[in-house]
Nanobody
């Protein structure tokens, strides 16, 4: 089992920045990929960014160039630096890890207002 706890969500104005963090515990040695998904009201959950154990990253086109994902394997955390935020970035952001199975955090709300 892997447990994920997110932090860092909140409210910010257009153009602002936020940093999300996710801490993993439990059988973290089984994790080979971590990342972030988001779900806006009335929409399906979508990929934001992922990072593999080797450091390979994948970004959604909508956030590429504005968001940066990073991982510290020593302390089993993954972070998402979000810059130049837009109203369409408003969503609940979920930490994700892939091990033998997929694990999800409970989510943290990000609200971007104009």
């Amino acid at each position: 089992q892997v447990q994920l706890v997110e932090s860092g969500g909140g409210a910010v104005q257009v153009g602002g920045s936020l940093r999300l963090s996710c801490s993993a515990s439990g059988r973290t040695f089984t994790i080979y990929k971590m990342g972030w998904y988001r779900q806006a009201p009335g929409k399906e959950r979508e990929l934001v960014a992922t990072i593999s154990r080797d450091g390979d990253t994948i970004y959604a086109d909508s956030v590429s160039g504005r968001f940066t994902i990073s991982r510290n394997p020593t302390i089993d955390t993954v972070a998402l630096q979000m810059n130049s935020l837009k109203p369409e970035d408003t969503a609940v952001y979920y930490c994700y890890s892939r091990a033998i199975q997929d694990y999800w955090g409970e989510g943290t709300l990000v609200t971007v207002s104009s």
